[in-house]
């Protein structure tokens, strides 16, 4: 693979985190369980979609094919997305979509503060700028996690259920293949593996002070980076490309 | 055509109004970087307050329509990330008009390694100035605010959460 066609691999796997993840919390719209929690949840959407316009717009620069950056984001095909299959699952109850954000932004958290540092110069301002308002996702998810573990039983109950669904699926953020090892070579990006005890260390305080079993090291789903995804993508595009599918180039 | 200086368009642009928080000006909230003359052309660099802010393409619509009033034809708005912005920007004059406003400016400098973690001091109510506050929930009516109420004029109100 020559070195344009992994770097925009790799951008893409960071933007589709984003844009994957942002729709996903988009569905929360309208339906949270308290006014407050609704219009946290899409302002992390908003965010999430923000970052994901400068990553697909940085895409379409390296892609030098002329495909702008709806494009790259609505004409794409399922095995096209590169993000990992944490940020696809579906919301559940509360409790499923705060471990799922919790459990991603310690680890988006790292790795934005890795990439601060890169030798891509256009990465490194992403990241900069992105980490300010990933800390407040953290901080938020990460409050969430300690008032349902530690609230009620029925909360704790819930909460500890979303945790041990959602654990099989974090190991993918910690797996190294040749695109990411070449971008960790040319110091573009982090050794995602090195990444683990300090997302494992943050997380482990929290659930503890939480009142929550931390599930244990096993085997874990994998592929979303290498375009293999859960049933759960297709529905999203689905719905997320109908408007650019049902109706080609339409526009605002 | 004589070029027009540069400082008559800062000041044309200080006069357009935040498109959510219409007391104070995007030039006194960070997000006009730069203004200069290349050659015959004029670039306007912007920075994103919040990387999905929905206000950032108002802002630019805004330039553009200062700019053909001025009668320049050419020129380019660029959008920059570095220096990523910050509410260290915004000076003493524009938070004491969030303040009118009735928006609690933000407080600490985000040197103040709270703040960077989304935990802040007390912050005072803008209405009652009592500082016996809480936060309701860390994200407000816009990406920029978090929300408050205050435990004395039991008024709610929004806080310019610092980044």
């Known amino acids: 693979m020559s070195q344009n066609n992994a770097l925009l691999e790799y951008v893409l796997r960071l933007g589709d985190n984003t844009l994957i993840l942002g729709q996903r919390l988009s569905e929360w719209c309208g339906h949270g369980p308290v006014l407050e929690e609704d219009i946290a949840l899409t302002n992390h959407a908003l965010d999430y979609l923000g970052q994901a316009t400068l990553m697909m717009q940085y895409a379409s620069k390296v892609q030098d094919e002329g495909k702008d950056e709806d494009q790259i984001a609505f004409l794409r095909d399922a095995p096209e997305y590169k993000n990992i299959l944490l940020v696809e699952l579906p919301n559940g109850d509360y409790a499923h979509t705060v471990a799922r954000q919790f459990l991603f932004s310690a680890w988006y958290s790292l790795v934005l503060e890795n990439i601060s540092s890169s030798s891509d110069e256009f990465l490194a301002s992403f990241a900069v700028k992105s980490l300010k308002e990933v800390k407040y996702h953290l901080q938020h998810s990460s409050d969430w996690v300690l008032r349902l573990g530690d609230g009620t039983e029925e909360s704790h109950r819930r909460m500890q259920d979303a945790i041990d669904k959602i654990w099989p699926y974090t190991g993918e953020m910690f797996t190294m293949d040749s695109i990411d090892q070449l971008m960790f070579d040319q110091k573009i990006g982090p050794n995602f593996i090195s990444l683990k005890a300090v997302w494992l260390d943050h997380v482990k305080a929290i659930l503890e002070e939480a009142g929550l079993t931390m599930p244990p090291d096993a085997w874990s789903h994998s592929g979303g980076k290498q375009g293999r995804h859960t049933e759960h993508l297709g529905f999203i595009l689905s719905d997320m490309q109908f408007l650019q599918r049902a109706y080609p180039g339409a526009k605002w | ?163």
Request: aromatic share 8%; with cysteine; charged share 25%.
């Open chain 2, 1 to 163: 055509m004589n070029q027009i200086n540069v400082d008559e368009i800062w000041t044309a642009l200080g006069e357009i109004e935040d498109p959510e928080i219409p007391v104070i000006s995007i030039v006194e909230l960070g997000v006009v970087r730069d203004i200069q003359w290349n050659n015959d052309s004029l670039e306007v660099t912007i920075t994103p307050t919040y990387s999905g802010c929905p206000a950032l393409k108002a802002m630019e619509d805004d330039i553009v329509e200062v700019l053909n009033e001025f009668g320049i034809e050419k020129f380019e708005i660029k959008t920059t990330l570095t220096p990523a912005w910050t509410t260290d920007w915004i000076n003493e004059d524009a938070r004491e008009k969030l303040r009118i406003y009735g928006i609690a400016p933000p407080l600490h400098s985000t040197v103040d390694k709270l703040s960077l973690v989304g935990r802040s001091r007390s912050i005072a109510c803008p209405q009652c100035k009592s500082t016996s506050t809480s936060m309701i929930s860390q994200f407000g009516s816009t990406a920029c605010k978090a929300l408050y109420k205050c435990n004395d004029c039991l008024e709610p109100f929004d806080y310019f959460k610092c980044i």
